[in-house]
């Protein structure tokens, strides 16, 4: 067993009470059923400094959301490449690998 610490924010009528308290948990195994290129996803970089923080290709100032835009627009990765010549082939198929790993998450629901 495992050790977690474990947050519990309590809302009264005037006061918010914040408790922590350590909670024994068994190990937790993910998996996943599909496999991620590791060197393709290594394209994307963060930093706080650079677009707000926000997903880049290559430490280059276009955002993979400005990737995500454009496709979603209708233009084609040929299109985007001829625009952005300091763009790769890889860096598209990157920047939508990164959306789909984002948005493959659980979703959990209250009964």
Do not use: W
Not at 39 to 44: N, P, Q, V
Not at 94 to 100: G, K, W
Request: aromatic share 6%; hydrophobic share 40%; charged share 25%.
């Amino acid at each position: 067993m495992h050790k977690n610490l474990c947050f519990q924010v309590i809302i009264n009528d005037s006061y918010l009470v914040l408790k922590l308290s350590y909670i024994q948990l068994p190990p937790i195994i993910i998996t996943s059923t599909k496999e991620f290129n590791l060197s393709t996803l290594k394209r994307i970089t963060v930093d706080l400094g650079q677009c707000g923080g926000r997903p880049c290709i290559r430490h280059m100032r276009i955002r993979v959301k400005d990737i995500l835009d454009l496709l979603a627009s209708g233009a084609s990765t040929e299109e985007i490449l001829e625009d952005y010549p300091y763009l790769e082939a890889e860096d598209i198929k990157a920047s939508l690998e990164y959306a789909a790993h984002q948005m493959d998450h659980p979703v959990l629901s209250v009964a």
